[in-house]
């Protein structure tokens, strides 16, 4: 009569024990997981503050003062003199 008794004691102790080892496991790999979400937020803030930059630098390159002076600078272009001018009117017909 006490050998049935003996094995369901076994039996619970074996269940007690592998749910012990699978919380410790799935608490483990839970910090792991947190982790790695945090080094994804701070990624995620990075690029967001790039984009952010991009942006602002997008901005800049299309407003007159730099198509001017990249104007000046890299085509070498200048505004024309009075008398390089010439308007050339259109027939209405």
């Known amino acids: 009569m006490k050998r049935p008794h003996l094995w369901v004691l076994v039996v619970l102790a074996m269940v007690v024990l592998v749910s012990a080892i699978a919380v410790v496991h799935t608490k483990y790999r839970s910090r792991v997981l947190f982790v790695q979400l945090k080094g994804?937020?701070?990624?995620?803030?990075?690029?967001?503050?790039?984009?952010?930059?991009?942006?602002?630098?997008?901005?800049?390159?299309?407003?007159?003062?730099?198509?001017?002076?990249?104007?000046?600078?890299?085509?070498?272009?200048?505004?024309?003199?009075?008398d390089e001018v010439i308007i050339i009117k259109g027939t209405s017909d």
């Open 40 to 82: 994804l937020d701070e990624q995620v803030d990075e690029v967001d503050i790039e984009w952010e930059r991009l942006l602002i630098e997008h901005g800049a390159w299309g407003t007159p003062a730099h198509i001017e002076t990249s104007a000046r600078k890299k085509l070498g272009m200048r505004m024309p003199r009075a």
